[in-house]
Structure formats: C-alpha cells, structure tokens
C-alpha cells in the first residue's frame, strides 16, 4: 500500500478513516491512519494516505492535505505484518462501500 505521509498534529484523532487527499487541486478518496505504526517498529506519531485507485508514483514533496470522514475503527498493534495487510485489505473495502 503505497502512502503520501504528513505529520500528524497531537491534536488528531488516532485510527483508521475514509477521507480525502487534496493533491494537485483534486480530493482523491482515501484510505487514511493516523497513529503510531508500532507494527512496523516505530512510535514516530505520523498520518499516511493510500489514495485509491492512484498510479503508484512518487509523491515525494508534493504538498497535500487530509480531511478524515469516517472513522473506520481504532489503531491496533499486529503481530505480524501479513496479519496488518489482510486488516489493510479490509479496511480498504469497508472505505470503498463508504465512497461507493
């Protein structure tokens, strides 16, 4: 799952959302978290967009913006990263039917 990555204010509510990237004048529907990763080893506070449907492209340095929807259900630890992609893969359906 490719993502565009922003830091995350303290202020934001963490867990997995439908929302919207804004990127070159265009809301994309999303797949968004706002957390600490701790299943990949880290505790760096960040929020991370899958956009769906986008071309897997380097948005490195692209300005960009957030807007969380839905809450979809609340940031968890794995323990293991097959088990975070197959959570991922149904997160990503639940925010499909949400957009559809």
């Known amino acids: 799952y490719p993502t565009a990555n922003i830091d995350a204010p303290a202020t934001a509510p963490s ?15 999303a797949m968004i978290f ?9 505790i ?14 380097d948005l490195y340095g692209e300005p960009v913006q957030f807007t969380i929807l839905k809450h979809i259900r ?3 630890h794995f323990e293991s990263i097959d088990l975070l992609l ?8 639940t925010i499909r039917a949400y957009f559809s």
């Open 74 to 76: 609340d940031n968890q």
């Open 86 to 93: 197959k959570t991922m893969a149904q997160d990503e359906q």
């Open 44 to 57: 760096v506070r960040r929020a991370e967009a899958h956009i769906l449907d986008f071309p897997d492209e």
């Open 34 to 42: 706002v957390g600490e990763p701790t299943t990949v080893g880290s």
């Open 15 to 29: 867990g997995i959302f439908a929302g919207l990237v804004l990127l070159r004048d265009h809301d994309y529907p």
